[in-house]
Structures are given as structure tokens and as C-alpha cells.
């Protein structure tokens, strides 16, 4: 009698067991149909973002981080430049410096259109991360404004900050400072003329052309065409 006391006392324990364990299940399904639900819902919000979205997110993150520790070194008194050339070791430096020939070449001039889109671009790269609260609360406060148009006028609406006309005001010194250093990259012509015998020779017949070409081009035609006097 006893041993079939136990009997049906250890059936109810597993069929309890097997009840427990089912609803355990039960609940680890519900929560998998949920953290599927949730990872659908935020593929779909992934694909409908650019292509390009977690680069420039890391950029992001990347230039406020940059702009953060600048911050910090300049309440210090320290060269934020120097403290990152610091950190960073001779072969790092050198392949950086090539990614960067490689990725920006300086051909030198070629139209006033080229200059003008280089330089924009170079400015638009030197710009700080931008302030999104700011860009709210202006466009707010500017209305229609904001967007401009043929019969906008700012003028009174939006006042400069001190730092930003700085700014401006330290760009244009160095742009000043970088012009007296540059001198223009004359790319080499491979269908030209070889007229001399070193690259001296070839400044200096180069100066020559300058000041004299236009009064000897005959000359030397009839030197090429073998007619000349």
C-alpha cells in the first residue's frame, strides 16, 4: 500500500515536472517571438537608411570624440596636435600620410573651377561636428528664413559669434601663409619638344620662351623645316 503511495506520489511529481517545464518553454517562445519581432522591425529600419549610414555614424562618433578630447587638452594648456603625433608610432604616420597622397593627390592647377571645388571641399572637412540643437533652434527662430530665397535677407536676423569670425579671420591668415610657400606644379608633356639637355637647360629655354617665343616662333620653324636662311 505504501509502495503504491509512492508510486503515485513520484507519477504527480513528473507530471508536475513536465508541466513546469512545458510552461518554461512556453514563456522562452514567447520572448524568441518577440526578440524576432523587435530584430525585423529594426533590419527594416536599417535597410531604409543610406548605404553609407554606420561609416558616417562612426565618423560622427569619431569627430565629437576628436572635438571632445581638444576640448580637454586646451583647458589644459597642452598641443592637443603634438599629444596625438605622440601616439603615434613612425610607420603608422607614414602609411597614413600615403593613404592620404593617394586618397587627396595635389595636381597642381588645372582650372579655376577645380581650385574652387578643392578648396570648398577643404573647408567643408575642417568644419566641427554640427550642434543639432543649435540647427533646431535656429531654424525655429528664423522660420522661412531659414531656407533663404531670392527676396531673403538676413541681415539683423542672424549675428556671427566672436569664435566663428576668428575662425574665419585665422583660415584666411593661413591661406595667405600657405600661397606664399606654394609654387605651381607644371605637369610634364610627353608629346613636347625635347630642346635641352638637363632640367637646368630646360628652365632656363622655358624663360627663354617667355620673353622671346613669340618674336622667334618663325625662326624656328625654319629651322625644323629645314628652310631657314
Excluded: C
Amino acid at each position: 500500500m505504501d509502495t503504491e503511495k509512492v508510486h503515485e506520489k513520484t507519477v504527480a511529481e513528473k507530471f508536475a515536472e513536465r508541466k513546469e517545464r512545458l510552461r518554461e518553454l512556453h514563456k522562452q517562445r514567447q520572448e524568441a517571438r518577440t526578440q524576432n519581432h523587435q530584430e525585423v522591425i529594426a533590419e527594416d529600419a536599417r535597410k531604409k537608411l543610406p548605404n553609407n549610414w554606420e561609416a558616417r555614424k562612426r565618423q560622427a562618433e569619431w569627430l565629437m570624440a576628436d572635438e571632445k578630447a581638444r576640448e580637454e587638452a586646451k583647458q589644459q594648456g597642452k598641443d592637443y596636435d603634438r599629444l596625438k603625433l605622440l601616439a603615434v608610432s613612425a610607420v603608422d604616420a607614414e602609411r597614413i600620410e600615403k593613404k592620404k597622397r593617394k586618397k587627396n593627390p595635389d595636381l597642381g592647377f588645372s582650372t579655376f573651377e577645380a581650385q574652387t571645388a578643392r578648396q570648398y571641399n577643404r573647408l567643408v572637412k575642417n568644419l566641427p561636428p554640427r550642434d543639432m540643437a543649435k540647427y533646431e533652434q535656429q531654424k525655429e527662430e528664423l522660420g522661412e528664413a531659414f531656407y533663404g530665397g531670392p527676396n531673403t535677407i538676413l541681415q539683423g536676423l542672424v549675428k556671427d559669434k566672436k569664435s566663428s569670425i576668428d575662425n574665419m579671420a585665422k583660415d584666411l591668415e593661413n591661406q595667405i601663409e600657405r600661397r606664399k610657400k606654394y609654387s605651381r606644379r607644371r605637369t610634364y608633356n610627353d608629346d613636347a619638344d625635347v630642346d635641352f639637355i638637363n632640367e637646368r637647360n630646360s628652365k632656363f629655354n622655358k624663360k627663354l620662351h617667355r620673353f622671346y617665343g613669340e618674336h622667334t616662333a618663325e625662326i624656328k620653324q625654319n629651322l625644323e623645316r629645314g628652310t631657314a636662311i
